[in-house]
């Protein structure tokens, strides 16, 4: 029988720790990273000239959680190998 390649993925970071405590990423000083929160309130107000101003006011911590990575880069394996299913 002919040698194969086989796909195998080692996910290190799931998006929690061995207590269940969700865990988030994380910047090089070790700061979370914050993102604007899709479902955001826009706060609307005006400045002491009049103007009209506009704010995002929620964000929201990334999670810390390699598995949606995994089926992408399995689709790109199995086109690299020629497997057709």
Same mark, same amino acid.
């Given at each position: 029988?002919?040698?194969?390649?086989? %796909?195998?993925?080692?996910?290190?970071? /799931?998006?929690?720790?061995?207590?269940?405590?969700?865990? %988030?990423?994380?910047?090089?000083?070790?700061?979370?990273?914050?993102?604007?929160?899709?479902?955001?309130?826009? /706060?609307?107000?005006? &400045?002491?000239?009049?103007?009209? &101003? /506009?704010?995002?006011?929620?964000?929201?911590? /990334?999670?810390?959680?390699? &598995?949606?990575?995994?089926?992408?880069? %399995?689709?790109?394996?199995?086109?690299?190998?020629?497997?057709?299913?």
């Amino acid at each position: 029988m002919a040698d194969y390649n086989i %796909f195998m993925a080692m996910v290190e970071k /799931v998006g929690h720790d061995k207590r269940g405590n969700p865990t %988030f990423k994380r910047d090089k000083e070790g700061n979370e990273i914050l993102v604007p929160d899709k479902n955001s309130v826009l /706060v609307l107000g005006e &400045t002491g000239e009049g103007d009209r &101003t /506009v704010a995002h006011e929620q964000k929201r911590k /990334v999670e810390d959680d390699q &598995t949606p990575d995994v089926p992408v880069i %399995f689709s790109e394996w199995k086109a690299k190998e020629g497997i057709a299913w």
